[in-house]
């Protein structure tokens, strides 16, 4: 029983070590400040997960233009960054009735249904509007063509999608 423990604690202590070395970084910290000092950025200690800063405004992230000129200037790039608008979440009704009565609850089943077309409808609309807008923003920067057609594609499929939910809503 004691060879199987000392056994034990040498096997995890092989597997830490291990696990250590596999996700140790390649480089030595002087050879990171070494690289970092020759690109002008601040030595920063590297992660394998990288975190997406969103604000609310357009981010201004400073690149370098060592490549071509002024090394000591950086530049500004301005990225748009769309954030959907956040709102409290909605529950749906759950259903209040009696569950052996079964007509009382596909009535209810329906109008859920028919609540869910409503909503895909109404916002089908708002975001017509704004791949569309995209769409424009697009021609007049120049993007592909394969590019374009996608994009009309999918505007073309989300508004079939709601021309048929609006039929099935006027049937009904």
Not at 71 to 79: G, L
Not at 113 to 137: N, P, S, V
Request: glycine share 4%; hydrophobic share 35%.
């Amino acid at each position: 029983m004691k060879k199987y423990r000392i056994w034990l604690v040498i096997g995890c202590a092989v597997l830490a070590g291990l696990m250590v070395w596999v996700n140790y970084p390649s480089e030595s910290p002087a050879a990171s400040t070494q690289h970092a000092s020759n690109t002008n950025k601040p030595a920063t200690a590297e992660s394998s997960t990288k975190t997406l800063h969103i604000s609310h405004n357009p981010v201004a992230r400073p690149t370098t233009e060592s490549q071509y000129k002024n090394i000591d200037k950086p530049r500004e790039e301005v990225i748009e960054v769309y954030i959907p608008p956040i709102a409290e979440p909605t529950h749906a009704p759950s259903y209040q009735g009696d569950l052996n009565d079964h007509e009382q609850y596909q009535a209810f089943a329906e109008t859920q249904e028919r609540q869910l077309k409503q909503q895909y409808i109404d916002a089908a609309t708002d975001k017509i509007k704004r791949l569309e807008a995209l769409l424009a923003r697009g021609r007049a920067e120049g993007i592909s063509k394969e590019q374009l057609d996608f994009a009309q594609q999918k505007i073309a499929g989300i508004k079939a999608m709601s021309e048929e939910l609006r039929m099935e809503l006027v049937q009904q």
